[in-house]
């Protein structure tokens, strides 16, 4: 359970005794209305120190989504190397599952998490779309990037994907085009 107090902070309890248990904890990082990314980074790292202080056997983190990883590199002088900030926070889990994750130029995950192990939801894609029969579907990226994901799942139905160009002008601005 969590709960926000009037000056912002958050409050994570589980509720009951942990002692021994196997804690899977599922995150997405997404920001949304209710709650934003940083927000849920702190709720889930309040989650895993308690887990472990509450002495469960092993932490799980499965994250749909892992923020930071675009930050794999010093941009500029003096700047944050966001990942490694992050690997130091999450090294309370046992492992981290992250789904399809959006490595930049690192291209193995244990060189962004040291506890990290990639899931690729390709196959799952797969065969869902051919048990729904579907009939010469188009896969389109955001991206070029974005062609890791949608490659092999256009391969399986004999198709050539197709990626958006992207122009980043800043961080918040971008033209996409066809």
């Not at 990082?29 to 989650?47: G, H, P, R, V, Y």
């Not at 160009?165 to 085009?177: D, T, Y």
Request: aromatic share 10%.
């Amino acid at each position: 359970k969590t709960t926000k107090f009037p000056d912002g902070e958050l409050n994570v309890s589980f509720g009951k005794d942990l002692k021994g248990e196997n804690v899977f904890i599922v995150q997405n990082f997404q920001n949304t209305k209710e709650i934003n990314l940083n927000d849920k980074i702190m709720e889930t790292l309040f989650a895993i120190y308690t887990a472990r202080d509450l002495k469960a056997k092993k932490v799980y983190l499965i994250a749909t989504y892992f923020p930071y990883f675009r930050g794999d590199a010093r941009f500029e002088e003096g700047g944050c190397i966001s990942i490694k900030v992050m690997n130091k926070l999450f090294e309370g889990c046992d492992k981290i599952f992250c789904v399809d994750p959006h490595l930049h130029r690192i291209k193995n995950i244990k060189n962004a998490l040291s506890n990290g192990i990639e899931i690729n939801l390709d196959e799952p894609i797969i065969e869902y779309l051919k048990k729904k029969k579907v009939v010469n579907p188009l896969f389109v990226g955001p991206d070029i990037e974005s062609i890791q994901w949608i490659v092999n799942v256009a391969k399986a139905f004999n198709q050539k994907p197709v990626v958006a160009l992207k122009e980043r002008i800043n961080a918040r601005e971008v033209i996409i085009s066809l």
